[in-house]
């Protein structure tokens, strides 16, 4: 197996870091400088925030405000979640670059997180993707739970590739493999890529691993080995989601970089950069909601 020469950073830091933060709302411009300074440290595509419902995620109820206030960066794509026409509608009157629609493999967690049955979620995706399409923005799909659901447990890799091809039949750009709750280690990612590319190229796969038992880096090291080339990760590690209990943080962008960095492997982003921006956001988000909250946003990395 040769590993990939380049990877795309996929920074989901902006909208899956801080749409799970407890306590108070996070300001707005720090949301704004957050995502300006990851676009100077050379992230080239950036997950911004979430149109979704702001009873169901009150810290993205400034998801306009924020792709509004950005200073874009002509080298970087700002994406946002849209679960449905609705949020399509609003994102693309702040000229979103791209829009992400997000399912799962579990019926119990797209229930909890979406209010739907896949099926259903499927159904609210196809006019959503056509008029994307029509406004000639990319879409990207999310597939969570690929390696566990917080409510029933195991998931198989031929229930996730079942959806991950139909939102490729769809119009989907990539799929994005969330182990949304971290349950995932090594060969069981490379079981599931080896599954998934039996229906999908490997070239339309992103890996999207939350860390909460520390086997992110692993994973994300044994799905570049079946040339996965394109990873999600987050500042600081910051994150998780707030419909799947015990999920912690994605893994986090600079620990990725560290280890990108030593296998040779280009990415176009400046690990010095992402660290000061890593400090500062932890920093804010110490400020922001009290000591209650400084050990667990203390950057997981210090190099
Ligand atoms: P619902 O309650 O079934 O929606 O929620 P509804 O269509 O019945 O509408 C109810 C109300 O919400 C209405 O307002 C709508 O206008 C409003 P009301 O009449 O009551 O005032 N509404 C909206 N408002 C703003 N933006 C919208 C929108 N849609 C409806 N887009 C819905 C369904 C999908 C909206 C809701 O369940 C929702 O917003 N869920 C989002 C949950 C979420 O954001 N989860 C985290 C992101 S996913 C994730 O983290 C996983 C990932 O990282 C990958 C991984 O780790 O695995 C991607
Ligand atoms: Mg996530």
Known sequence: MTLPKQVKLVEVGPRDGLQNEPGDIIPTDIKIDLINALSSAGLSHIEATSFVSPKWVPQMADASAVMMGIQRHPDTTYAALTPNLTGLNKALNTEVDEVAVFTAASEAFTQKNINCSIAESLERFAPLIEKANANNIPVRGYVSTVMGCPYTGEISAEQVTVVCKEMIEMGCYEISLGDTIGTGTPLKAKRL????????????????????????????????????????????????????QGASGNVATEDVLYMLNGLGIETGVQLDELIKVSHWISQQLQRSNGSKVALALTPKSSI
Do not use: M, R, W
């Not at 880096?217 to 998780?240: F, K, Q, R």
């Open 193 to 244: 890529i080896e599954a998934v590319t039996k229906e999908i190229p490997v070239s339309k796969l992103a890996a999207h691993f939350h860390d909460t038992y520390g086997q992110a880096l692993a994973n994300i090291y044994a799905v570049l080995e079946e040339g996965v080339s394109v990873i999600d990760t987050s500042v600081a590690g910051l994150g998780g989601c707030p419909y799947a």
